[in-house]
């Protein structure tokens, strides 16, 4: 008879949720197991039962920042029509948080740059999930060319390139303690482009 396994004694969603916001502050390679260890309040004995290895942890935390971050926008395009729903997205993400949150960036624009030289499979994850909010970009502009409210002199494909490529740009501007007010100035500039507006945050 085979005996039970001791139950894993903590709460693995609140865990994971932890070791995101660490990971999301500090990066990949700064982020110690030690560090991880006392954060998530268990022992390594859980540590390694749960998630095998720090690197494992990071994909799962990665994971959920990009699910968070589709579901910001899903719930954009919910409540708002197609280009609308893209300011929103930004002011869910990026002008609506606090200081602090702003100041992290975005974990899948960070992991890219971080890791790019030293771990190109975390990189081309997080490349996929950028990837992922670029096709939401797409569709919107898909759906705002078909009622007539943007031109199609580019594609919905091309807009959406151009969108992040301004995602990614804000990001790192953000990291880069810039104020809060010409973030929206650059938002403003290039969804004037588009024949729409952001309002003016401070």
């Keep these: 008879m085979t005996p039970m396994s001791r139950p894993i004694e903590f709460e693995r969603a609140q865990a994971v ?16 197991l030690a560090q991880l260890l006392e954060s998530m309040a268990i022992g390594r004995s859980s540590f390694y039962a749960a998630f095998s290895d720090k690197r494992s942890l990071f994909i799962e935390s990665l ?15 919910a409540e708002r ?14 002008f609506d948080v606090p200081e602090r949150r702003m100041r992290r960036g975005c974990m899948m624009v960070n992991t890219v740059l971080e890791l790019d030289e030293v771990d190109q499979d975390l990189s081309r994850l997080a490349g996929e999930k950028l990837a992922e909010i670029e096709a939401e970009f797409e569709d919107c502009f898909s759906v705002a ?30 990291r880069k303690n810039t104020k809060k007010q010409e973030l929206v ?14 309002q003016e945050r401070t």
């Design 17 to 32: 949720e932890t070791a995101m916001l660490l990971f999301w502050r500090q990066g990949y390679t700064a982020t110690s």
């Design 63 to 77: 994971s959920l920042f990009s699910q968070r971050t589709n579901i910001l926008f899903k719930e954009a395009r």
């Design 81 to 94: 029509e197609a280009l609308p729903a893209i300011k929103q997205f930004f002011e869910k993400t990026l």
């Design 145 to 174: 060319v078909r009622a007539g409210k943007i031109s199609a002199q580019q594609s919905p494909r091309q807009l959406a390139q151009f969108m992040m490529t301004i995602n990614q740009g804000l990001r790192v501007a953000s």
């Design 185 to 198: 100035e650059i938002l403003q500039t290039t969804l004037s482009l588009l024949d729409t507006e952001v």
